[in-house]
């Protein structure tokens, strides 16, 4: 971890994990996963997409699922950024 990405580090975690799996796992990874996904799937699927039954119900079933799965996301992020900070400090 260098020492720019040290204190940007120290300004995120003052913030605190709920904040942050928030900001970086809800909102920045899941609600755009769970947009997007149906999407995709719609256009791979009928090579355009449908706004259709099944289209919907992915929809409704991606923005609970991908925002949950967004908060392990975060998790892991918060974990393995904070492994960095300590090992940064043990040195």
Known sequence: MKARQFKKWEEIRKKGKKKFILHHGVIGWGLPCGVLFPFVSSFLENSSVRF????????????VLFPLVGILFGL??????EQAYKKNINE
């Open 76 to 81: 892991w992020i918060w974990h393995g950024l």
């Open 52 to 63: 259709d039954q099944s289209f919907f119900s992915l929809l409704a079933a991606s923005l």
